[in-house]
């Protein structure tokens, strides 16, 4: 069909059109499509289709996924924070959960079919602006949408300046990623990094060896060092040498920190926290731990 305008010109809805004259006939370009994005975006999961039926997720705010382009991921299972990582090949997916808050959610949480629904995840797409994930062996389809501005729903971890050091004291934290501001790296899988802060000193192990570090407050910061490790020899996985040496050299080059918290059965706690480096090169960094 061609819808008639002034000027003897029209436009023609069809698969293919046999004309004449056209030689002078200005080509439009279609718009281009936009297409969504994995990372940059915080999921809401809205449902789960399997063979039994469909699950649906009474508050998606309480079950949410953040892509980060250096491979991590972070996820909030209703009461708790989780780190993970991630990789992608074309549209297949493999989600590795990593390091967890260990809070008691309610009986009535979806929080453990979540998490090992997302460890299933094998094909990720997108149809209408959310995201879907298929999981192994047809066993169901998760989707999400991006997370809805405003919304009421339980509180995720929030960065607080205003916290002093001693608000993580006797808390383990487990490293999630480091590296370079920006561009900072997930600890190579099949290793722990843990670190516990107390008024004088951090404990814990740096993946093979366990360490122990003064604590000196300065200002409204605090230093670590000198440290002092055990000597035992560890070579797998590969890289868990390197790995612990730029651990402890970025942990003693500490010059600024950051926790994170988030508000359970009407308590604050500390649930993720951040120290900043800055090496003899100049080089600043930031070490990303998750409260276990």
Not at 118 to 127: G, P, Q, S, T
Not at 191 to 220: K, R, W
């Amino acid at each position: 069909p061609t819808t008639e305008v002034p000027n003897g010109q029209g436009w023609v809805a069809a698969e293919f059109v046999e004309a004449t004259n056209v030689e002078n006939v200005p080509v439009v370009s279609a718009p281009p499509l936009v297409e969504a994005a994995l990372t940059g975006t915080t999921w809401e999961w809205e449902s789960l289709t399997d063979p039994v039926g469909v699950t649906e997720v009474s508050d998606p705010s309480l079950y949410t996924i953040l892509f980060n382009a250096d491979g991590s991921a972070n996820i909030k299972a209703d009461c708790n924070n989780v780190g993970a990582t991630y990789t992608t090949e074309d549209s297949n997916i493999s989600i590795t959960l990593g390091p967890s808050t260990l809070a008691a959610c309610d009986p009535e949480s979806l929080d453990q079919q979540y998490l090992a629904s997302l460890e299933n995840a094998a094909i990720y797409f997108f149809e209408a602006g959310d995201l879907f994930l298929d999981l192994t062996a047809d066993s169901g389809t998760m989707r999400f949408r991006p997370a809805q501005p405003g919304e009421e729903g339980g509180s995720a971890a929030v960065p607080d300046p205003d916290l002093p050091v001693e608000s993580a004291q006797g808390i383990q934290f487990q490293l999630a990623s480091f590296g370079p501001a920006g561009a900072e790296q997930p600890v190579i899988p099949g290793t722990q990094i843990t670190a516990t802060f107390s008024e004088i000193e951090v404990t814990g192990s740096a993946g093979c060896n366990d360490y122990v570090g003064t604590l000196t407050p300065v200002d409204d910061f605090f230093t670590v060092g000198p440290i002092a490790t055990t000597l035992r020899a560890c070579s797998e996985p590969a890289g868990i040498v390197e790995q612990e040496q730029a651990y402890l050299t970025a942990l003693e080059a500490t010059d600024g920190f950051l926790w994170a918290s988030q508000v359970v059965d009407n308590t604050t706690v500390i649930t993720a926290g951040q120290l900043f480096y800055t090496l003899e090169d100049g080089t600043s960094g930031v070490l990303n731990y998750i409260a276990r």
